[in-house]
């Protein structure tokens, strides 16, 4: 079968496609056959070197695909079932700790850039119904952190304001769960461009970041006193405009880097306002068949921006560095 593999020194011109062994499920396990993969920043981040791996890892932690053999013990899984990757193999349930999360597919444990893999019977959910490979490959990283966030951090209550920047996957997501859920949204972009696309799936109002560069002061006002809950994706540059946008009892959700590994705060803003600030990565595998199940019902469905082909991984990842797109970008095997 093929897979692809990170090579020392790792960059987009090392990525090779390899001829690799069938694998064979062992006791409690399932062989996938992936039909398509997203790409996240960790995956980008992964494959430039910026987290380091072991030479030959196997890339990609988002995928969905076919179960085309089981082993014994098996009981959740039939061949032929359609099922998505957990970001998270061995966070089934419960509240997160080390030993749950040592596990990271396409880090710790080879991804998804490959044909098929050999895993276990628990570290998968059922794709929506009605979704092609590609759009239950978009929700195993970007849509379940955003769910994460809102409703699971967040306790998302319809009504409420709720804060997306930019328009990447997870900030598109969120936007999508947050309408759904019934609250008023507040997005940023830096393109005049996407203005329409966001408004088309919801946005109630839109700030240009590049033309105001007091976009989170501004947000406060417009809402009266600040948003319930604040998606923060750029760290060190968006965090103090995250802290300004939040209402007194606000909660702002720590989940990117886009901007820098670290930032400076002014801590009485976070105190004095009382706001509650959750560092997160993904979930569980218990949280992912929840947002499943929610899809199921609000006939959510991912905004793919495009679609590249298995041994085009380099370029795609090149397309994902330009930050031009909307939403997800796929790769279709």
């Known amino acids: 079968m093929r897979a692809i593999t990170i090579n020392k020194p790792s960059s987009l011109d090392t990525l090779s496609v390899i001829e690799s062994p069938e694998p064979t499920p062992g006791h409690g396990e399932i062989v996938v056959q992936w039909r398509a993969s997203s790409l996240n920043y960790h995956d980008y981040l992964v494959a430039i070197g910026m987290i380091p791996v072991v030479d030959g890892r196997i890339p990609l932690s988002d995928g969905a695909g076919d179960v085309v053999a089981i082993g014994e013990g098996v ?66 990283c970007a849509a379940l952190t955003a769910w994460r966030a809102l409703i699971v ?11 997306v920047e930019g328009t990447g996957g997870m900030s598109v997501f969120a936007l999508q769960i947050a309408k759904a859920a019934g609250a008023y949204v507040y997005a940023t972009t830096s393109c005049d461009d996407k203005i329409d696309q966001l408004k088309k799936l919801g946005a ?6 590049k033309t105001d560069p007091k976009w989170g002061s501004t947000i406060h006002k417009l809402s009266n006193g600040g948003v319930d809950h604040v998606l923060d994706i750029g760290g060190s540059t968006t965090l103090n405009h ?17 901007g820098g590994f670290t930032a400076e705060m002014m801590l009485p803003k976070i105190f ?42 380099g370029t795609a990842f090149r397309y994902q560095e330009t930050g031009k797109h909307f939403g997800k970008i796929v790769i279709e095997y």
């Open 204 to 209: 109630d109002t839109i700030i240009n970041y």
């Open 242 to 258: 995250s802290i300004d946008a939040a209402k007194v009892g606000g909660h702002i959700s720590l989940i990117g880097i886009l």
């Open 75 to 140: 009981t959740k899984w039939k061949v032929g079932d359609k099922v998505m990757s957990a970001f998270f193999p061995n966070w089934i349930e419960g509240k997160v700790n080390k030993s749950k999360t040592l596990a990271l597919f396409g880090d710790t444990v080879d991804g998804c850039a490959a044909d098929k893999s050999c895993i276990g019977q628990d570290s998968v959910s059922r794709m929506p119904d009605g979704y092609s490979y590609a759009e239950a490959a978009t929700l195993p």
């Open 272 to 313: 004095g306002k009382h706001i509650r600030m959750t560092g997160l990565s993904v979930g569980s595998v218990e949280m992912q068949n929840a947002m499943v199940k929610a899809i199921n019902i609000s006939g959510l469905r991912p905004i793919i921006d495009r679609s590249f082909a298995f041994q085009e991984l």
């Open 153 to 163: 951090e967040g306790n998302l209550q319809a009504g409420d304001t709720v804060l």
